[in-house]
């Protein structure tokens, strides 16, 4: 046989591997479970996540207003509106009873 086989499990050995592969793999492996542990850390951070999510809108309305100042008018318009409607509609909501 070309492989080496284990006397008490019946197994084929692997072969023996050098410090410095050790070493790689454990480094390689070290890197992998950081990056999982800060991907876990990122969904379970939800106010963080909040924050990313408003600076990216806040960016975009940015380019927006640079590019597209009238379109940006509109957004501010449509968004005044939408507000006033709901607190409207709430007040009625709470008079009418």
Known sequence: MSTEQDKTTGAASAPSKSTHELRAEATAARAQLALTLDAIEYKLNVPKRLRDK????RRRLHKLGEENPTALLG???GSAVAVGAAVWFALRAVLDD
């Open 54 to 57: 408003e600076r990216l809108a």
């Open 75 to 77: 957004v501010a318009i």
